[in-house]
Every structure is written in C-alpha cells, then in structure tokens.
C-alpha cells in the first residue's frame, strides 16, 4: 500500500507532506476527498486500504513516536 500512496501523492507533494501530518481516520478521509477533487488519482477499490494504512501508519498515536525518532536521530 505504501507504493499507492506514494503513486497518488507524490505527483504533487513531495512525502513529508503525509508523514508530518497525523490525522484521524475522518480526517484522512476528508484529505483524500480534497485530493481526488483537485485531480489525485484513488481508485474506489483502494479508498479503505489506503486510510487504514494512513491512519495506521501517520494517525494521531504516532504524532509523538515520529517526533521523539526526530530529536534523537538529529541529537546524533
């Protein structure tokens, strides 16, 4: 899934964009709904694989793992 995401995403931000948010799962979904409307390309069978990979993998609970990975790796 993490290739979709990338093919959908990266044509027009680069993979920060995504990484650097951590949403909800409604809030990934209303994302997504922006993206397609400004032209991204999510088939309709690949719409809940790729919010429950956003949501698992950049939803809220990882908003303080990413940051702690961060400091650590910048600290080094």
């Known amino acids: 899934m993490q290739a979709k995401v990338k093919a959908a995403c990266t044509q ?3 993979a920060s964009r995504i990484t650097e948010q951590h949403l909800s ?10 993206m397609v409307g400004l032209g991204a390309e999510v088939p309709d069978s690949d719409r809940a694989a790729l919010l429950n990979y956003l949501s698992k993998n950049f939803g809220p609970e990882k908003a303080g793992k990413t940051a702690a990975k961060k400091s650590t790796s910048q600290a080094q």
């Open 12 to 14: 027009c931000h680069n």
């Open 25 to 34: 799962r409604q809030e990934w979904s209303t994302e997504l709904d922006k």
